[in-house]
């Protein structure tokens, strides 16, 4: 009898979990990121049955363990269990975000690293508190042509050793494949700034804010297609994009590669829910 129990328990357990795939089908499951030297981390992302939001985040090197709570009072929380530090998104009603605060638990420190500025909900500036070196980034003057962010300005304050502090601009321009934007893909923001002024490559933290554009916040409408290239006007740097998808037209892998600046090489995988 306890051996026909057991049968029918781990019996419903699987229809439990064949549900849940079912239906989260076409959320994206995981991704997964290497660079050249084969270093990286893949990220598992948990959703709500019900809301069908994006509620966790952990991936297998035991650095990320994100809870995304639900809005409320305009803010949205994001705590790290690994770390003493949590994030404080502030929303606006239609979804864009406001801000981005870093909040250390330990000493109940509240540092502000985003601040966006908007003109009837289309991204006007956004300021990042950046670091010692490389510090005050402005992000401003944004291009679109109806479908795609074309180009936008950056300044920055940069602190050296032979200059002291110097206030230095550019301009970043980013072309796109045909290939259409139609779910969440790193990389794809034009505020690429403080990596990009540093090295060429464009970075994000995938780890933090950006994972809330899978829940519909962001600091910017979505690109209509993905972007293939990225282009520093005056420092010469281009990062280009390829893609590869499968037969239901889902985004398994992204190649980011970057020889004009460090010459760096980065790969995305991506799994979804079937």
């Not at 909900?121 to 003057?141: C, L, P, R, V």
């Not at 601009?169 to 139609?182: E, I, K, L, M």
Request: hydrophobic fraction near 35%; proline fraction near 3%.
């Amino acid at each position: 009898m306890k051996k026909y129990l057991v049968i029918i328990i781990l019996f419903f357990v699987a229809c439990k979990k064949e549900q849940q795939e079912n239906i989260l089908s076409g959320k994206l499951k995981s991704i997964e990121y290497r660079s050249e030297d084969s270093s990286g981390f893949k990220m598992y992302l948990e959703y709500d049955e019900i809301s069908k939001n994006l509620i966790r985040v952990t991936d297998d090197s035991l650095r990320i363990a994100l809870t995304i709570e639900p809005e409320s009072n305009h803010q949205i929380v994001i705590r790290n269990y690994l770390l003493s530090e949590h994030l404080i998104v502030n929303v606006l009603p239609n979804k864009n975000i406001e801000s981005v605060d870093v909040l250390d638990t330990l000493t109940s420190t509240l540092t502000r690293i985003y601040a966006a500025k908007y003109d009837s909900a289309k991204i006007d500036t956004i300021t990042e508190a950046g670091s010692i070196f490389i510090s005050d980034i402005q992000n401003y003057d944004f291009v679109t042509d109806g479908f795609n962010y074309l180009s936008h300005a950056v300044s920055w304050t940069q602190m050296d050793f032979f200059y002291g502090t110097r206030r230095l601009t550019d301009t970043v321009q980013y072309g796109y494949s045909p290939h259409v934007y139609n779910n969440y893909v790193p990389l794809q923001r034009p505020f690429q700034s403080s990596g990009f002024i540093l090295t060429g490559m464009p970075i994000e933290d995938v780890f933090n804010s950006i994972l809330l554009e899978i829940n519909g916040y962001t600091f910017f409408n979505r690109n209509k297609h993905l972007i293939q290239s990225v282009t520093s006007v005056n420092r010469g740097y281009q990062t280009n994009f390829s893609y590869r998808f499968n037969a239901k037209n889902q985004l398994t892998e992204m190649d980011v590669s970057n020889p004009d600046g460090t010459g760096n090489f980065m790969r995305y995988k991506f799994t979804y829910y079937e």
